[in-house]
């Protein structure tokens, strides 16, 4: 089991899909787990894996297996070595061992494979060829077991990711992807397609459609690559279909969930005059957007769930869309929408309750001077005195424009999404019905400059 399973990670990534030796991306190998030479500066020259083992007098046993490149573009050949020199040429270095006692019954183990190689600079693909490709180191012990290196913080390694490899704990396995503990190749799998983690279904899929010219490109090619699409072309529709979508009980009991932390969040932010705290009902204003699902939320009613503020102290309000039927799970997984202030406004239903309003005698005041003055100015003036929308706020309400319409982004910067001539916004425009909120004194800040 251990060594199909070594086999199929050996090999990943060695080709990809379409498979033919003249395809670009089959130039090089593109394994991961590379040991370069010392005189390559973009990569490893060393592999380093520790691990802890209980037992009073455990043996270890090593084996290295990796891939050494043996001809034009991705070709290699396997190899295997242990503790000790590696004299491969052109490849040279070594592997060394280093158990220590930490405390009685519990022992460190080191593995340190470098790569000694000459090499005096170049490509990739030549740094490739003085190159352990594809390591993985196996570790066994007898007279012990390991504990899981997931969870040992006390190790440092290197250019690898240990994990458990055998039900008793007595194998630890260097891989060259993250893996987690125990890991096995699924029963419906056909084999290694060598194509770096991709979906081993669409692969043979894939390779059902390969052309007769690209099958004679690959028989007439590397060895290895030949014997995996024939084994790919030899699965049935119904090895296809058991590999689609599978869902297996789980062998242990459910693991119950860790608490939640708070989640961090500034509690409250003021932008413009305008405090937007957690909890608060926002109406969305996105009107004039490209985005269809932009589009879709305008108008809507949302909650305030997350206030961010950013590197360069941009404020990105979180929300989540009141009337969705999935807020709840939104909320629960962390999965918000996020808008700058200038998109959205404080839900006038909830003013009243934040101070944010004006009083009941305020208002009277307010609607008085709009029965005596009809014109505009005089509701402008009205508001200098009345104690919460001055200045053009104030006098975009009065005149009953559609103060959404220029809105400012979060630079400051008033959009005129509805119109193309901001000079058609006019102060005595009508707004449509239901595009502004009948109290003018609950809308949102104008842009300065709103008012001709």
């Known amino acids: 089991m251990i060594e199909e399973l070594v086999d199929s990670l050996l090999h990943e ?3 990809l899909y379409p498979y033919t030796p003249g395809a670009h991306k089959n130039a090089t190998p593109t394994p991961f787990g590379i040991v370069y030479p010392a005189g390559y500066e973009y990569g490893f020259d060393h592999l380093r894996l520790e691990c802890l083992v209980r037992g009073e007098d455990p043996r270890i046993d ?3 297996r990796f891939l050494q490149a043996s001809g034009e573009r991705h070709q290699a050949v396997e190899r295997r070595v242990g503790v000790g020199g590696i004299d491969l040429p052109p490849l040279r270095g070594d592997a060394t061992l280093e158990v220590e006692a930490v405390e009685p019954g519990l022992h460190r183990v080191a593995l340190t494979i470098v790569n000694r190689t000459p090499f005096a600079g ?8 003085h190159s352990l490709i594809s390591t993985h180191p196996l570790l066994r012990v007898r007279g012990g077991t390991f504990i899981s ?3 040992t913080p006390l190790c440092d390694n290197v250019n690898t990711w240990p994990v458990l490899a055998a039900p008793d704990d007595t194998v630890i396995l260097g891989a060259a992807i993250v893996l987690p503990d125990h890991p096995q190749l699924a029963p419906e799998s056909r084999g290694s397609l060598f194509d770096a983690t991709e979906i081993e279904e669409a692969l043979l899929l894939h390779v059902h459609a390969l052309s007769d010219a690209e099958r004679e490109e690959i028989a007439a090619g590397d060895p290895a690559v030949r014997e995996m699409v024939e084994r790919a072309l030899a699965s049935t529709p119904e090895d296809i279909v058991r590999l689609h979508g599978l869902m297996r009980p789980a062998d242990q009991p459910p693991v119950p969930p860790r608490p939640r932390e708070a989640p961090a969040t500034e509690l409250e932010t003021t932008i413009d005059g305008r405090t937007f705290r957690l909890g608060d009902r926002l109406v969305l204003r996105l009107a004039g957007r490209i985005d269809t699902y932009d589009r879709m939320l305008d108008g809507r009613t949302a909650t305030l769930e997350r206030i961010y503020i950013d590197y360069d102290d941009r404020v990105h309000l979180g929300v989540t869309i009141d009337d969705d039927p999935g807020q709840e799970l939104m909320r629960e997984t962390g999965r918000f929408h996020f808008f700058y202030a200038g998109e959205v406004e404080l839900d006038s239903r909830q003013r009243k ?10 208002e009277s005041k307010k609607a008085a ?3 005596d003055n009809p014109d505009p100015d005089v509701g402008d003036e009205g508001d200098k005195g009345l104690g919460t929308e ?12 559609d103060v959404t319409k220029s809105m400012p982004d979060a630079r400051g910067e008033v959009r005129y999404p509805d119109v193309e001539d901001p000079d058609e916004q006019r102060s005595d425009a009508v707004p449509e ?5 009948e109290d003018p004194d609950t809308s949102t800040d104008a842009a300065p400059g709103a008012k001709d």
């Open 353 to 362: 309750g934040q101070g944010d309003e004006m009083s009941e005698q305020g």
């Open 149 to 151: 290196p997931l969870e």
């Open 122 to 129: 170049g490509t990739r693909a030549e740094a490739l060829e």
């Open 369 to 371: 001077l709009r029965k």
């Open 13 to 15: 990534g060695y080709a």
């Open 433 to 437: 019905e239901g595009g502004v909120d």
């Open 62 to 64: 090593v084996e290295v």
């Open 390 to 401: 001055t200045g053009a706020e104030g006098a975009a309400a009065d005149s009953g424009e």
